[in-house]
C-alpha cells in the first residue's frame, strides 16, 4: 500500500463527518495502527471537520490519503478559504489543541490542513 493515494469528495456538512471517520479508521486500521492510534485519527478528522465547518465560504471538502511507507499523511482541502478570524473562535482553538496533540506534523494553509500520523 505504500505510495498509494486514497481521495474522498463530500460536502462540508456535519452529515458526512461519520463517513470520513469510518474512512479514515478503515485506512489507519489497513495500515496496522493499534486501536488507539486509529481512535486518534478518527479524533484528529472530527477535530479537522469542525474547524471546515466553521469555515462558512467552504461547500466542499476533497480529503486525500497519502500512505507513506511510515506515515499515513492526510490532506483536507477547502473549496474555500480558512479566515483568521475563524482560527481565533473557541471551539476552533480547543480542536486545533486537540489536533496539534494527536498528530504527529500539523500544516494549516489558507484552504487546506495537513495531517501527518507516523506508524509506530
Do not use: H, W
Given at each position: 500500500?505504500?505510495n498509494d493515494t486514497l481521495k474522498l469528495i463530500v460536502p462540508n456538512k456535519k ?96 484552504s487546506s490542513i495537513r495531517l501527518t500520523k507516523l506508524i509506530n
Amino acid at each position: 500500500m505504500n505510495n498509494d493515494t486514497l481521495k474522498l469528495i463530500v460536502p462540508n456538512k456535519k452529515d458526512y463527518l461519520s463517513i470520513i471517520r469510518l474512512t479514515a479508521s478503515a485506512i489507519a486500521s489497513k495500515l496496522g495502527f493499534n486501536i488507539e492510534e486509529v481512535e486518534d485519527v478518527k479524533v484528529l478528522m472530527g477535530e479537522a471537520n469542525i474547524i471546515t465547518l466553521c469555515s462558512d465560504n467552504t461547500n466542499q471538502l476533497e480529503i486525500e490519503f497519502n500512505i507513506k511507507e511510515k506515515a499515513l499523511e492526510i490532506l483536507i482541502e477547502l473549496d474555500g478559504e480558512i479566515n483568521k478570524e475563524i482560527l481565533d473562535k473557541k471551539e476552533v482553538v480547543m480542536s486545533k489543541m486537540i489536533i496539534e496533540s494527536l498528530a504527529d506534523e500539523v500544516e494549516y494553509s489558507k484552504s487546506s490542513i495537513r495531517l501527518t500520523k507516523l506508524i509506530n
